[in-house]
């Protein structure tokens, strides 16, 4: 079963604006991670959060982490067309030892030049 | 990343056909795993393993195996191809000696189409 959950599925924005996508999940986890996807291509490691912080940055990317809401937001500040991608939340389950993540469906982020 | 390379990028197969996709990687990295992933869908975990003697059944391993051969390769193999295993394949790999070893690293992915 999918563990994460992305919100929307589908975002179009102009160059330059703000790109904003949730993930919300179902169970306690260590950490959550979003990975970016080109087209047809491998994902891409962007940023982790682990369950103890609330917000991390990481040049244009900023992620927070609600565990209470058992929610997370992926911010993409000033927007480039490069940034088109399918983008994914990640999660390990607490406990669970085995370092498998559990995939969300994505948000696939149009940017248009 | 080049450094997880899949073989083959494509294929197109018949039903009841056997068919491995192969995975390499130079990262050095102890964890393999293989995923496929489904139009408008997320990854779902096929098989993992942790070393060479370890092998793990994910999610959805009915219709699949896996062999680790090395360290550094880890096949996929559909022992009777049916339609609804077309899908995109990718391989990943994860450093446990890291301090990172939640992120994985992907393959390029292989699109298999079995008609």
Redesign the interface.
């Known amino acids: 079963?999918?563990q994460?959950e992305e919100d929307p599925q589908a975002l179009s924005i102009q160059e330059g604006e703000n790109a904003t996508m949730n993930c919300s999940y179902k169970t306690s986890i260590?950490?959550l991670?979003w990975y970016r996807q080109n087209s047809?291509?491998?994902?891409?490691?962007l940023i982790?959060i682990r369950s103890n912080e609330r917000e991390k940055h990481s040049g244009r990317l900023r992620v927070t982490l609600d565990t209470s809401k058992k929610s997370s937001s992926l911010l993409i500040t000033a927007s480039r067309a490069a940034d088109t991608a399918s983008y994914?939340c990640a999660t390990?389950e607490f406990g669970a030892g085995?370092?498998?993540?559990?995939?969300?469906?994505?948000t696939k982020l149009s940017v248009i030049p | 990343?080049a450094d997880?390379t899949q073989t083959p990028r494509n294929r197109i197969t018949k039903t009841g056909k056997r068919i491995m996709l192969e995975c390499s990687q130079t990262k050095g990295h102890d964890?393999m795993y293989w995923?496929r992933q489904d139009p408008?869908?997320?990854?779902?975990?096929i098989y993992?393993s942790?070393d060479v003697k370890d092998i793990?059944k994910?999610?959805i391993s009915d219709g699949y195996s896996v062999s680790r051969q090395a360290q550094a390769k880890f096949s996929l193999s559909l022992e009777s191809a049916i339609p609804n295993q077309t899908a995109?394949y990718?391989c990943?790999t994860?450093d446990?000696a890291s301090g990172?070893?939640?992120?994985?690293?992907?393959?390029?992915?292989t699109?298999l189409t079995v008609t």
């Open positions: 079963s999918q994460g260590n950490n991670q047809g291509r491998g994902l891409v490691h982790l994914f390990d085995s370092y498998q993540l559990t995939f969300g469906k994505g | 990343d997880v964890r995923y408008g869908l997320g990854l779902r975990l993992y942790f793990n994910g999610e995109l990718f990943a994860s446990s990172r070893a939640y992120e994985q690293y992907f393959g390029p992915g699109r």
